[in-house]
């Protein structure tokens, strides 16, 4: 069998390699530039990244271990705070030394290596019996089938550029620096030689506010030079190839036809900020050679391969965009406190709990809890319990701490404070088109919080002047809070859809309410998770408190969306019929 490998980055190398030691007779890989050409600057992998190819290919793990350097602590700089929070272990490595090293290893093992060939037209490859796509973002392959592999490419909003610095940073840190122009972001990480990387990030606003965008290359490069200067000790910042550009994100319909496939980077993307796609890339590569192992006839194998792998890879690209979000976003949290801030950055994957973080790094979540219940009552301490057990006022209501259980059998009410905290204040879901009698039996009730429920209102109206709330807020006494529910449907945590949510429930606050329930809407309720996201935007942007219900069961779901600043109440969800089941 005749294998040919369009690219020789991370996915063709190792594929190459793989192939080979499974007896695949011709093994060719073309790449267009030299092996002494240098593009990008250190990767890294987060801890079990490498598990895979550790599994298939120890002599490579071990290479690329001693080649790089590992550690645990990230350190976050923002504005002129410096927080080193304890994480999981990461191991950086040059890319050059990484391709050395893959490159290395399929020379011995007899691969037909092609450097300096750029492949123009994939009729100069009809003679093999398979073509493997590893050319990356641009790939030919993929252009030359287009309607085949149905591909679509978004861009990020955001600039960014891929550069060096000569000195050996010990670890990673984010730097943020706000300047008159807006926020310019740094990433730089440690490659195990005498530089480091440093990836700087910046929005379209503050590209063209700080006149970025009519600068050469050096110009810019140098001004930036001047923005991270703090943090650069003076040292120039070093570029190899092209500068400043938008994130690409790539998916595609498929990644095979019966005699072609693309794999890494040719086949999809996720954002650089979770540090996954030179991983992804191997684990394809790992996954198309065992395919072709297992199955003789190609197209099934090809079959095989996309089947086995969509589902992961698409995992890594939806928590890269929550990633990437984060990053676009993250001036909305700089006036945080500095731990706080710390704590929300190292939770931003949305796949770390407070309960993680905590067993990472027990000291930093023993300050963190200090901080927060400090702050909440007023007093000092040294040792306090984790966030959802701090009092919190919301829309000027005390309550004893920040969990509510809906209560069905009591009508729509809401109870805050779990367990029931005699004596803590209930809030009142009432239903907009029964307003009058609802309000007053929930007067009678005893009730202190009225949430209005406006679900049934087309999102146009209640842009516009939500209906019955002015009528509630008249009509409640006026030392208690009202507020509004809104429901959220599938799709609500698209960037649209989240301005939405925000527009509306600026909309309810013009309108008299101090306090917003967010929760999924019955008929098409969005995937869990996605009420929060929602709801962390609504509570940063607006000066609105949020009560968030979103299929939450456990005090460490609370607690992380607490800790991080997405909700001030979380709504536990206790179902009476599995009390007691084994
Ligand atoms: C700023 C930044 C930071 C990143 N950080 C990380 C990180 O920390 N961790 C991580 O895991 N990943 C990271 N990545 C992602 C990672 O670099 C890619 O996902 C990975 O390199 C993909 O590997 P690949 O082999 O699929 O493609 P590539 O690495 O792009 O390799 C494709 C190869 O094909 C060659 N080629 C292209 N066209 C042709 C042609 N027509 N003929 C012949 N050869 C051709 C190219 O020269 C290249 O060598 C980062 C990416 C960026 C941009």
């Known amino acids: 069998m005749r294998v040919d490998i369009i690219g020789g980055g991370p996915a063709g190398l190792f594929l190459s390699t793989l192939l080979r030691r499974d007896g695949v007779e011709d093994v060719r890989v073309y790449e267009r530039n030299e092996p002494s050409a240098s593009a990008g600057w250190a990767v890294v992998f987060p801890e079990g990244s490498l598990d895979q190819l550790a599994g298939v290919d120890a002599e490579s793990f071990a290479a690329i271990e001693r080649a790089g350097m590992s550690w645990t602590k990230v350190e976050i700089r923002c504005r002129d705070s410096r927080y080193l929070v304890e994480g999981n272990r990461f191991h950086g490595i040059g890319r050059d030394a990484l391709l050395t090293i893959l490159r ?24 093999a019996d398979l073509v493997v796509g590893a050319d990356g973002l641009n790939s030919v392959v ?17 600039y960014y550029g891929w550069f060096g610095v000569e000195a050996a940073a010990p670890t990673f840190a984010y730097i943020f620096v706000d300047t008159e122009w807006g926020l310019f972001q740094g990433y730089v990480y440690p490659s195990g030689q005498s530089w480091s990387s440093l990836i700087i990030y910046a929005s379209e606003e503050t590209w063209q506010r700080s006149g970025m965008a009519g600068m050469d290359i050096d110009e810019s490069l140098r001004f930036c030079e001047r923005v991270f200067a703090d943090h650069l000790d003076g040292r120039p910042i070093l570029r190899r190839g092209p500068a400043w550009t ?28 979770i540090g996954s796609g030179t991983r992804l890339a191997i684990e394809d590569a790992i996954a198309l050679a065992a395919q ?9 194998a090809l079959a095989m391969y996309e089947k086995v792998r969509r589902g992961r890879v698409e995992q890594f690209q939806d928590a890269a965009l929550l990633s990437e979000r984060y990053f676009d976003t993250v001036g909305r949290y700089l006036d945080y406190d500095p731990i706080q801030f710390a704590y929300q950055l190292t939770a931003r994957s949305w796949r770390i709990s407070y309960g993680d973080i905590a067993r990472r790094d027990p000291d930093f979540i023993r300050r963190f809890n200090a901080w927060f219940h400090s702050r909440a009552t007023g007093t000092p301490t040294a040792i306090a319990p984790p966030p959802v057990f701090a009092p919190a006022v919301v829309g000027g209501l005390r309550l004893a701490n920040r969990v509510a259980a809906t209560v069905p059998t009591e009508g729509a009410g809401l109870l805050i404070g779990t367990p029931p905290v005699p004596g803590t204040p209930a809030a009142a879901v009432l239903a907009a088109d029964r307003l009058d009698a609802e309000l007053a039996a929930a007067r009678d009730a005893g009730y202190q919080l009225a949430l209005l429920d406006l679900s049934a209102h087309a999102v146009a109206d209640l842009l516009a002047a939500p209906p019955e709330l002015p009528a509630l807020r008249a009509q409640w006494p006026e030392d208690q ?9 599938s799709g609500c945590d698209t960037v649209a859809g989240t301005e939405e949510a925000v527009a509306l429930a600026r909309a309810v606050e013009a309108a008299g309410a101090a306090v917003v329930l967010l929760r999924p809407s019955a008929d098409e309720p969005p995937r869990a998770g996605q009420v929060l996201q929602v709801a962390d935007a609504v509570r940063n942007e607006t000066g609105l408190a949020v009560v968030v219900e979103d299929g939450m069961r456990t005090l460490d779901a609370a607690d992380t969306a607490i800790a991080a600043g997405r909700a001030d109440l979380c709504v536990l969800r206790f179902d009476e019929s599995e009390a007691g089941e084994a």
């Open 246 to 273: 938008k994130f690409r994100h790539l998916r595609c319909d498929t990644w095979h036809t019966d005699d072609t496939v693309l794999i890494g980077d040719a086949a999809h993307t996720a954002h650089w900020s």
């Open 104 to 127: 290395e290893r399929a020379t011995v093992l007899g691969v037909g290596l092609h450097y300096g060939h750029q492949v123009t037209d994939l009729a100069d490859h009809a003679d």
């Open 292 to 300: 072709l192992r297992a199955e003789p006839n190609i197209p099934d």
């Open 481 to 489: 809070p009202v507020g509004a529910v809104i429901a959220l449907s």
């Open 142 to 158: 993929r252009s030359q089938q287009e309607a085949a592999f149905g591909p679509r490419i978004e861009h990020g909003s955001f």
